[in-house]
């Protein structure tokens, strides 16, 4: 049922206990229990801090390059140490710092921009920040034990193979790097889901801030560009560990296949980053002027525009590797054209500042300094789109300055602003506008004289990434400049710090709304998140109903309690949110906090080949995942939620109105996306030779991939009956359900069975030739892909024998299915793929 326009606000009055009930529900756990905690407004919290520590340790190893740089025959640091020093700090900036804390700023932000009580999957949230925080933290400990990466924070081999880089280094940043993504995909799964299901009744698409769009864009550009390195840090990790050549061309690799992979994910990475603090722009530059953003569909088209065009663009990292022309022409074009819908946010940034009624506040002196350097940043990417340019400046420092001059512009300053504008949600307060001012100053000047002459420097033929030069160069006094600029700039930081530990130690108070801002993160909020969820009319719905704050905390919009007694939010409507049903959210527990460090445990140990520890820290964090999968998917103890005096909506949903079937897409995504790179690894690497297979390998007989296809058939179809099967929950029909997935799982495995043999009896031998390497990659992904479906028909027939697989809770079984289908195609297409090469490379 849906309200009619005059249903909301409720005049009725709220029933005693009913705000009770709901803090009882919401409750934060106390001490060091804390930490067990999954709600967004802690779990946030945890992200941003963690995330500001990397950002802090980062900048400490970009003073000690620039004090090495300082003069030229630089002694500080020597050549091995200084190689490790610049790998980790473009490692930490790009991996633990940029993407983790525009994650980590929407996981705390979000729901009180959408009005919702929290997202979907508070504990994938919770676990992501463990495995971030975990494997980051030991990652970074690496350098005090001399075993830290020195092959640059993109890794190229064959500088990085096991014949260039022998020791532990590179192993800890393909096993540390590779696991931190995983951590970054779960983020991204819950912020899809989040947004678009759990949006305040009224709030549309065109009516969702910026920042949720922006953030939206960005979590779509994870999911599709992430897998890339996943799948580029596993083929190089392999080939380290067990001499399968993908990179080494001896034997029919290629280098330029990292390349690709990498840049597939590295170019949109930037976007990744940038994309976010757009959005959180958008927002501060409307309340900070007083008036909504102009041109606000415009800014959400740029957004997506954006998002697209930048998954064109990776080849502009290889236009020196001797790429096709027809290929560097094409990404050329593609680099002038993202500046198009780039350049549209910036002047509807501008347009908006002139409309309105401007606040000089230190918000608004970081975003005009984004804005300065954003825009020069821009700029110098257009030079380096012109493919002559490129090719005189790839290398220098001239790319060192216009990396950073669109990353911490386009980043760093607005992350600043954030942290000044919406400090008071967090603590009721805002930070020092003295010290503020202060701290722009200190940042802005530092950053412009460090990071402007490197312009010059690269010009003069400094080429990047080296400890040391002679002093005859003509280069001493800008990298002297640049040195003591950097430490300015460091400074700038250090003050912000002290500023934000002096007003961290203050009481907290109830926050109000400083900036005098239109959107619903401003509301009167508690752990809780709102004391009623908001119907929205306007993207501004705070300065279209000024009463609406005053309304919420009475209780007088949907939910204003809690029905089933445990915490709950609203799903609504993908494009026009309309309320469809409550859902019942998990509440804290340590077993996020088991699996991420479990998960962590099993990466880590295995760089160090200790094998058996390893394993066991894998079983631990899949105990740990079933423990707290266990306790969902549930039948409600009722069946309706009154949530208006007038409105009574279903608790919970099965297929594909359920939230975490919709998730359950978003991963498939995932490892859609980590196949089809393997598969193009395959591609690439079978187009080199001059025969295909090359000479020693052969094809298996074709009677065995008929008969593995036939099976992967009857393996998904019979997965596919037995969702078909539970239509009620009669015992006969659970049987049969069960029957259907223990044949489902016998077909699945001689599925593989009959395509690993047909591989063994023709002889692959995947250490010969880098053909047969991808084959025996493309194989192995399979036999992944078995372990989890064992894992996942396991559970879903324990649940089944508990009594835990209804009508009503059948979500367990809906997404096992989906994920069977997903095997099993990527099995018909792993098959097609390797018989099809042949025939296509003889075209």
Known sequence: M??????????????????????????????????????????????????MLFFVLAGILALMIRAQLALPDGKLLDAETYNQVFTMHGTVMMFLFAVPIVEAIAVYLLPGMLGARDLPFPRLSAYAFWAYAIGGLAFFCTLFFGVSPAGGWFMYPPLTGKEFSPGLGADFWLLGIGFIEISAIAGAVELIVGILFTRAPGMTLMRMPVFAW?????????????????????????????????FIPQRGGDPLLWQHLFWFFGHPEVYIIFLPAAGMVSMMVSALSRTPLVGYRAVVYALVGVGIISFALWVHHMFATGVGVTSMFVVSAASFAVAVPSGVQVFAWIATFWRGTVRWD????????????????????????????????????????????????????????????????????????????????????????????????????????????????????????????????????????????????????DHDNPWRAGTLEWLPSRDYGVRSIPQIDSREPLWSRPSLPDEVEAGRHWLPGTATGQRETLIT????????????????????????????????????????LAVACGVLAIAAIVHWMWGSDRVAPMTTAQVTDKVALPIGAAGRRSHSWWGTVVLIAVDMTI????????????????????????????????????????????????????????????????????????????????????????????????????????????????????????????????????????????????????????????????RAMPWFAAL
């Open 362 to 509: 230190t918000p608004t002196l970081f975003l005009i300094g984004f804005h300065v350097i954003f825009v020069l940043g821009g700029l110098t990417g257009v030079m380096v789109a012109v493919l002559p340019f490129d090719w005189q400046a790839h290398d220098s420092y001239f790319i060192v300055a216009h990396l950073h001059y669109v990353l911490i512009g386009g980043m760093v300053f607005p992350v600043f602003a954030s942290l000044y504008y919406w400090m008071p949600i967090y603590k009721g307060r805002r930070l020092s506008e003295r010290w503020g001012r202060w701290v722009f100053g200190l940042m802005f000047v530092g950053f412009n004289a460090s990071f402007l002459p490197m312009h010059l420097t690269g010009l003069l033929g400094m080429p990047r990434r080296v400890y040391t030069y002679p002093d005859h160069l003509g280069w001493n006094g800008l990298n002297l400049l640049s040195s003591v600029a950097a430490f300015v700039l460091a400074a700038g930081v250090l003050l912000f710090l002290i500023d934000a530990w002096r007003a961290l130690r203050r009481p907290d108070t």
């Open 675 to 834: 196949f089809a790179s393997f598969v193009y690894s395959h591609v690439h690497v079978a187009m080199l030779g001059d025969v295909c297979p090359p000479l020693g390998a052969t094809l298996p007989a074709g009677g065995n991939a008929l008969a593995a296809v036939v099976l992967w058939i009857a393996s998904a179809s019979a997965m596919a009956v037995a969702a078909w099967t539970l239509r009620d929950a009669s015992a006969q029909r659970q049987r049969r359900m069960r029957w259907c997935v223990w044949l489902a799982l016998a077909c699945a495995f001689a599925a593989f069975a009959v395509d690993l043999q047909g591989h063994l009896a023709v002889g692959l031998e995947p250490t010969t030739q880098a053909w047969s390497a991808t084959v025996g990659v493309l194989l192995g992904y399979q036999g992944f892909h078995l372990a989890v479906l064992t894992t996942m028909g396991l559970y879903l027939l324990a649940r089944s024998h508990a009594g835990l697989i209804a009508p009503r809770a059948r979500a367990t079984l809906d997404n096992t299915a989906l994920m069977w289908h997903c095997a099993a195609i990527q099995g018909i297409v792993g098959i097609a793929t390797v």
């Open 214 to 246: 922006a953030m939206l864009v960005t979590a779509l550009m994870i999911v599709f560009a992430f897998p890339a390195v996943i799948a580029a840090t596993t083929l190089l990790e392999v080939e380290r560990a067990f001499d399968w050549p993908f």
């Open 573 to 612: 409507g993908v494009v026009d949110a309309t309320p469809r049903h409550v859902v019942v959210l998990p509440g804290d527990g340590w077993s996020p906090v088991v699996a991420a460090a479990g998960t962590a445990g099993f990466f880590l140990l295995l760089t160090v080949s200790q094998v058996v």
């Open 2 to 51: 849906n309200p009619s326009d005059d249903a909301l606000p409720s005049s009725l009055p709220r029933p005693a206990g009913e705000r009770e009930a709901l803090e009882r529900a919401w409750q934060s756990p106390k001490g060091w229990r804390l930490f067990s905690a999954v709600n967004n407004t802690q779990v946030g919290v945890f992200y941003i801090a963690t995330a």
